[in-house]
């Protein structure tokens, strides 16, 4: 057994302490991805390979904070019903000895290959002292990854005005008869940019150009770029940094955001305009997409913010992936929807039809702390309506969505969701003939919005007591809810055992 086997063998050993405890924790999510145990942040690798969908992530297996980062790893076969499988790659080697960093993965030659960023310290400052190199680790089964011998494939940024410390997170694509990949840097006086390297045999990168790069109040890093081609259209997401609060907009540490552009592959250029922001609510970050067996974009990000109060780290884990989202293009937006796979979690339907509503209203039936709820609503003549979860029955907990009709948005509201942060988000939305539809994902310890069917999202963890299981709707005037359904749902992740 190599140094390599060894760390994730011990990281094992580690993981199995807690893994019982934190499975039946009450803020243990049933339907999202989150670690066994200990820290876990940004999705890496997300691919289809030998027919089934593989899904990777940070992980720092020895600690429920940050730390030297080791690679999770989940696979499905239906996008919804998630198996852990070995820790893919621990920090073995002098070249990411304080981290294997996030990264992507191709399959070539029947094999897969993960590409991620090595990671190591240098001195005492984490933002100037350390060095970041692009590396590859192949695997002829999936599950079990060896590091190249070559590594790192990339040793050092190009010159120019580029940082040549902070130079991290490889997404790889093919396309004709080279690879191609899009690393995350900053100019050398901290402005955000995207680089762009090719390879004919995923070994020997050169430097094409400095594909994007900010200006104005676009950050000082741009991580984790993925850039792809959806319905004609080149789309860049990206998670900057440094970006500042622009209205109800970047109110977040930092930001997931996409731009529409026009990519000149041959010259490495990528004209670009305005940031969108991906979610609208507090806990989302990193995101990565990939292409499945069906054609479709498929995205998935971090459910968590850095810096964050995350209670769960109380209970030896933290950090979680949000349900896998499928990208279109409409009006000239990037739309989300929830996959339809996860109608599969579904049961206990309970279904309501045009009832007319004014003030505050429960249903005997609506409530749970485990499920997805559907609203349409008729807005009328009201100048506001929402839906109040995950509430106690004394009224001190509670999380409020509500629409106000005169600003035309959507306000999230947490300062009453339990533990954990608080604050309010905002998301434009306009009605449509009048009328708002809601898809509400609840789980245990988190809350995901879909609104007027993917328009606009908003992601939260939220830390309530077990018990916190109400759920009522309000308006200021009468609305008709033309339909309301709500399905309990199923567990769907797997231990490792």
């Known amino acids: 057994m190599n140094k390599h086997q060894q760390m994730i063998k011990n990281a094992h050993e580690e993981l199995n302490k807690y893994k019982k405890s934190v499975t039946e924790h009450e803020w243990s999510l049933q339907y999202h991805v989150m670690p066994q145990a200990n820290w876990m942040n940004d999705p890496n690798g997300f691919t289809m390979f030998n027919g089934e969908y593989h899904l990777f992530y940070q992980h720092h297996p020895y600690s429920p904070k940050w730390g030297p980062m080791y690679w999770g790893h989940v696979k499905s076969k239906d996008l919804v019903h998630w198996e852990h499988l070995p820790i893919a790659l621990a920090p073995s080697e002098p070249y990411d000895i304080d981290g294997c960093f996030s990264g992507s993965a191709i399959e070539k030659d029947e094999k897969l290959y993960l590409f991620y960023t090595g990671n190591k310290w240098t001195g005492p400052d984490q933002d100037k002292d350390l060095k970041q190199v692009q590396c590859l680790a192949v695997s002829n089964d999936g599950v079990h990854f060896e590091k190249i011998d070559e590594n790192p494939v990339i040793e050092a940024a190009p010159s120019g ?42 070994m020997k990168w050169e430097f094409v150009n400095v594909m994007a790069r900010g200006n104005g109040n676009m950050g000082y890093m741009w991580e984790c770029p993925d850039l792809f081609s959806l319905a004609e259209q080149d789309v860049l997401v990206m998670s900057p940094q440094g970006v500042k609060p622009e209205g109800d907009l970047f109110h977040n540490l930092h930001q997931s955001v996409y731009v529409f552009g026009q990519l000149d592959l041959e010259q490495g250029n990528f004209q670009f305009n305005e940031f969108q922001l991906l979610d609208y609510g507090f806990d989302f970050y990193a995101p990565q997409t990939t292409v499945d067996g069906l054609g479709r974009r498929i995205l998935v990000g971090w459910m968590a913010m850095w810096e964050s109060d995350m209670p769960e780290q109380e209970h030896n884990w933290a950090g979680a992936i949000t349900v896998p989202r499928i990208l279109t293009i409409e009006n000239d937006k990037l739309k989300c929807i929830p996959a339809p796979e996860l109608e599969t979690l579904r049961y206990d339907k309970v ?23 559907n609203v349409v609503v008729d807005m009328k003549q009201a100048t506001e309506f929402g839906v109040r979860v995950r509430m106690n029955k004394t009224g001190t907990e509670e999380t409020v969505l509500t629409y106000d009709v005169e600003q035309e948005k959507i306000i999230l509201n947490r300062d009453r969701s339990g533990k954990g942060p608080g604050g309010e988000r905002k998301a434009p939305v306009e009605l449509n003939n009048g009328k708002l539809q809601l898809t509400l994902f609840l789980d245990n310890s988190s809350l995901e919005v879909f609104i007027q069917n993917g328009e606009k999202v908003m992601t939260a963890r939220i830390y309530p007591d077990a018990q916190s299981k109400g759920i009522e709707f309000f308006s200021n005037g009468e609305v008709d809810l033309l339909q309301l359904d709500k399905w309990s749902l199923k567990r769907s992740i797997q231990s490792l055992t």
Request: aromatic share 12%; proline share 3%.
């Open 161 to 202: 005005d580029i940082h040549p410390n902070h130079f991290r997170d490889p997404k790889v694509w093919k396309e004709g008869d080279y690879y191609y990949c899009v690393l995350g840097s900053q100019t050398k006086d901290r402005i955000g940019q995207v680089l762009l390297y090719r390879s004919a045999d995923l």
């Open 351 to 373: 279904s309501y039809n045009n009832e007319q509503l004014d003030g505050e209203n429960s249903f005997e039936d609506i409530h749970g702390n485990c499920l997805e709820l």
